[in-house]
């Protein structure tokens, strides 16, 4: 008899950290001490908190360690799972409520407790590679219910009046978009599911996919008896190793127990689903774009209309939404659409999975109510900023985004309000930014990426990203003018009207973010020729105290350009004499710095 399970979690973050290792060595370990019969591993999605993995959590009594070595496995074994004694040292211990330790409850810690899992709720909780599993937690209930007791006006019906909006960032309403495509009579209709995410710092579909692939394939197959379709396609970028071989073990399951294939339930509806694999072009997560992929053909947009509801993949009509959008579907038909319009907003309802990571303690997924503000975001489940730095920005979106500054750092976060200061939603990726970054260097590094990114098709888009691209690089090279600047801006919104898809449409956003809340920041490094964050290398130059500096030479030894030397000045005090840095030699390393213990050498 099983008296107590062990989860570890199996998402890339964890595996990355050496969880499979941990699974073989529990497994040695328990068979070593006779528990084979006693206790279960499950391997697990993510579990959220990224920053502390790899996770394991023992049930029944739930205590959660966390950053699990090899080395603890035995010791968890012998003196947990044998001799049913809690090993403390190794004790997730929540810093926000610090004076509390022993086993806390994951629900009750800082960074769960506000959260509402609705698209996550089976993430970390089942192993993803056993229908049965899905199956105890209601999963393909729904499916079951829209079949059997719901006509597919019905279903469109739930959907749209639960609020719901698509996640991938546009936040089109769910049920109208179905409903355009419903009303197509033509013979041959698609569901696709858009899982290539290619923001930087996003990591919310491919956790779904790793941690509860059967909600994606539930959800698709009413999405597929909604609109009239037998055919669905996920688009999944090949990066995504374990999503992959998850989904399609989750397919195969599917269709073995007759949940996808011919005459589904005995209800006559029939539905079948394959993947095909992206090859990492941030361009084909425009659904144009990836439609083209799915065909065979180079990843590049189509005008606009014809809008996929009319004509999409393969020339038919094609209802498409990103893995988020989809995961919410079963829970939204299981227990209503008022169930799900009660959470958040006005005009942006349910939850909304976040990937924080930046300058934030806990790095990881969190699902919380639309609404919710910033500053409870990043202070309370984020656990604030590292080393005592302050909150500058926070991205969203990634780079079709733009920046909240720390003077909004109360806005509730929803569609509508990031819109109205000039961000957007996004996918879910939520970079946070302390005092040392310099706002400049961050809109040019998301210029880089989607200049790389770029199919090319459009000239606005192909030319003009990389003529904003050359006029930022001048600017942080203290090259640049005032001129410059309003130049910058002017290009912006002309690339913004004028390009065919979203890639280039948005891809000036963080430069008009950072250009409106922090233009103070350009102006600087144009007048001043200074980079006020201390970030940007030709702006920089370090020099060393030669009173503080006590002559150790670390910084000298350290120096890859050895670009600092011995003076002959001995300071008062000290015996040796001090270093000084040339400055045509150096480069801006900085490593001089991180190897002096007396603060003897800044940089300006």
Request: glycine share 12%; proline share 4%.
């Amino acid at each position: 008899m099983i008296r107590s399970h062990v989860l570890i979690c199996g998402g890339t973050g964890c595996t990355s950290s050496g969880s499979v290792t941990l699974q073989q060595l529990f497994a040695e370990n328990i068979e070593k001490h006779g528990l084979s019969e006693e206790i279960k591993i499950v391997q697990t999605g993510c579990f959220g908190l990224c920053a502390m993995g790899p996770v394991v959590i023992v049930h029944p009594d739930g205590t959660f360690y966390s950053r699990v070595q090899a080395e603890d496995v035995a010791e968890i074994v012998e003196e947990h799972l044998l001799k049913g004694r809690v090993v403390e040292r190794l004790e997730y211990r929540d810093e926000q409520t610090a004076d509390v330790k022993g086993n806390v409850s994951l629900s009750d810690t800082a960074f769960y407790k506000s959260q509402t899992r609705v698209a996550l709720r089976n993430c970390g909780v089942i192993n993803p590679e056993e229908i049965d599993e899905y199956i105890a937690m209601d999963g393909y209930a729904a499916l079951g219910k829209v079949l059997t007791e719901m006509t597919p006006e019905d279903v469109i019906k739930c959907v749209t009046d639960s609020g719901l909006r698509g996640r991938g960032g546009g936040g089109f309403p769910t049920g109208r978009k179905w409903s355009l495509t419903a009303m197509n009579q033509a013979p041959q209709k698609y569901v696709v599911c858009n899982a290539d995410e290619g923001d930087p710092g996003a990591f919310m579909d491919r956790s779904v996919l790793e941690g509860d692939p059967h909600a994606l394939i539930e959800a698709m197959a009413i999405a597929g008896y909604a609109i009239g379709a037998t055919q669905g396609y996920v688009y999944v970028r090949a990066e995504y190793p374990i999503a992959v071989s998850r989904l399609q073990i989750a397919i195969n399951q599917a269709r073995e127990y007759g949940l996808l294939g011919k005459n589904i339930f005995g209800s006559g509806f029939d539905f079948n689903l394959d993947i095909r694999l992206g090859a990492g072009a941030f361009v084909c997560g425009e659904e144009t774009a990836l439609m083209t992929s799915i065909e065979g053909n180079r990843g590049e947009p189509r005008p606009r209309p014809p809008y996929p509801a009319v004509k999409g993949l393969f020339g038919a009509p094609t209802v498409e939404n990103n893995v988020e959008t989809f995961a919410n579907i079963p829970q939204i038909i299981l227990r209503g659409a008022d169930w799900f319009a009660s959470m958040g907003t006005e005009r942006s309802k349910g939850t909304k999975i976040f990937a924080l990571g930046g300058n934030i303690n806990n790095t990881g997924l969190v699902e919380i109510p639309m609404g919710t503000t910033l500053r409870h975001i990043i202070e309370d489940i984020g656990g604030g900023i590292p080393n005592g730095k302050k909150f500058k920005a926070a991205q969203t979106g990634g780079p079709s985004g733009g920046c909240i500054p720390a003077s909004l750092i109360d806005t509730e976060v929803d569609y509508d309000n990031l819109t109205a200061i000039g961000c957007m939603m996004g996918s879910g990726g939520l970079i946070v930014m302390d005092e040392d970054t310099c706002m400049v260097d961050m809109a040019k590094f998301f210029l880089e990426f989607t200049v790389d990114e770029s199919c090319g098709k459009c000239t606005p888009c192909r030319v003009g990203t990389r003529r904003l691209l050359e006029m930022l690089d001048k600017i942080t090279k203290g090259q640049g003018t005032l001129e410059d600047i309003d130049k910058l801006e002017e290009l912006c919104n002309y690339i913004k009207a004028n390009s065919l898809c979203g890639l280039g449409q948005t891809a000036p956003n963080p430069v008009l973010a950072t250009l409106k809340f922090f233009r103070e920041e350009y102006v600087a490094h144009v007048v001043d020729k200074k980079c006020p964050a201390g970030v940007c290398k030709d702006l920089l130059s370090f020099s060393i105290d030669k009173d503080k500096c006590i002559g150790c030479g670390m910084c000298a030894r350290n120096c890859p350009a050895d670009a600092i030397t011995k003076t002959d000045y001995v300071a008062p005090g000290h015996k040796l004499p001090s270093y000084t840095i040339d400055t045509e030699k150096c480069v801006k390393c900085g490593a001089c710095i991180g190897n002096c213990k007396f603060k003897a050498i800044s940089k300006q």
